[in-house]
């Protein structure tokens, strides 16, 4: 088994029988794909909301929820699965640091990502069945491929499978 | 001018003077508060990736505390003490004479958060006053967490233009030497790319090395 590491706006998609995952999840949100029937699991690290927070014409697609998360599915696609037996889990979207009210809206970017991304999988008609968000912590997870399980591990907490 | 990879050597010179003013004011703070001879060394200032970024102070995984404020004002950007947990624990004692394991006590981290506060409020008032601006800090917040979480959120406007940071780091030793062996003290500045063009204007140096 091999795991694939996705970093800070990347994406990935891996099969049976690997995993994939990423670190040190803050106020970003990790965004999983899972085709069960073909064993086939994606993942998607998204740090801004919209891609009307981009300044300039060339930007990461894979950093804003709403273009990040439709190229996820069609990578999936192109990967053998089967869109209407795609399932979402999403971790992440902390707020990493309290800096009072009156301050920048982007300081609570980590709510603001989870909302997105929820927006982005309902427009693709794509359920959501687990999700581990918000908090103030750091979260490390990993999708895998065998069982579609994605385990969320953070400094000082228990691992949990969701 | 943007957070460009391509930024001349000239400015990047130019930003380095800038960590040696700022960061030269923290130490001395932090020297009168310890009573030992603090020293600041300016280790970097360079564009780098994201991803880059985080190998840098120790891997997304690695523990840091974090004290983090955010500046608006004549220029923008973000500032963070970043401090791996055994040089956390050194400066504690030297603060404190008491010894901390991993788990941090209240008071323990309330001496983190409160250097932090200090170190980075004397950064920016030198700051302030080399570029003539007037910089407002934001309350400043601690966390001890994955440095991945810590740095991604605190590269979210950055991200706006780009997947590259200018980051501008001092490393700080304390009696000549570094907190550990690892030496796992930093002082970033993260300015918001449009800020850096102001702080070129401010200086008089934006058309520098223009045809």
């Known amino acids: 088994m091999a795991t694939v590491r996705v970093g800070i706006a990347e994406s990935g998609v891996v099969l049976n029988p690997n995993s994939i995952s990423t670190l040190g999840l803050g106020s970003c949100v990790g965004v999983t794909l899972y085709d069960e029937r073909r064993k086939i699991g994606g993942m998607v690290h998204v740090m801004l909301p919209s891609t009307e927070l981009a300044k300039g014409e060339n930007f990461n697609r894979s950093k804003f929820a709403d273009s990040a998360v439709p190229d996820l599915l069609n990578q999936m696609i192109k990967s053998g699965a089967d869109q209407r037996r795609l399932v979402a889990k999403l971790a992440g979207g902390a707020q990493m640091f309290n800096l009072g009210n009156g301050t920048d809206p982007l300081l609570k970017i980590g709510a603001r990502n989870v909302e997105a991304c929820k927006k982005a999988l309902a427009a693709l008609k794509i359920t959501i069945v687990a999700e581990d968000t918000g908090g103030s912590w750091g979260r490390t997870v990993e999708l895998f491929c065998e069982t579609g399980l994605l385990e969320v591990r953070a400094i000082g907490r228990t691992k949990t499978h969701i | 001018m943007t957070a460009d990879p391509m930024m001349s050597d000239f400015h990047l010179d130019v ?138 959120f605190s590269l979210s406007e950055i991200g706006r233009s780009g997947d590259t940071a200018i980051v501008i780091d001092g490393a700080l030793s304390v009696d000549g030497g570094p907190l550990s062996e690892e030496g796992g003290s930093h002082i970033f500045l993260l300015p918001d790319p449009e800020s850096f063009g102001t702080i070129f204007q401010a200086l008089g140096v934006a058309h520098h090395g223009d045809r």
């Open chain 2, 15 to 152: 930003l380095k003077e800038i960590s040696n003013i700022g960061a030269g004011n923290a130490a001395t703070s932090l020297s009168t508060l310890l009573g030992k001879a603090v020293d600041m060394k300016v280790s970097r200032v360079s564009p780098m990736p994201f991803n880059k970024i985080t190998d840098y102070v120790g891997g997304a995984e690695c523990t840091i505390l974090t004290v983090f404020v955010r500046i608006e004002g004549g220029i923008s950007g973000n500032m963070l003490f970043v401090i791996k947990i055994p040089d956390a624990q050194t400066l504690i004692r030297h603060m404190t004479g008491k010894t901390e394991d991993e788990g941090f006590s209240e008071m323990g981290l309330s001496v983190i958060h409160e250097v932090g506060n200090i170190m980075i409020g004397s950064y920016i008032t030198a700051l302030s006053d080399f570029l003539g601006f007037e910089l407002n800090p934001s309350v400043p917040s601690l966390a001890m967490d994955m440095a991945g979480a810590i740095l991604a």
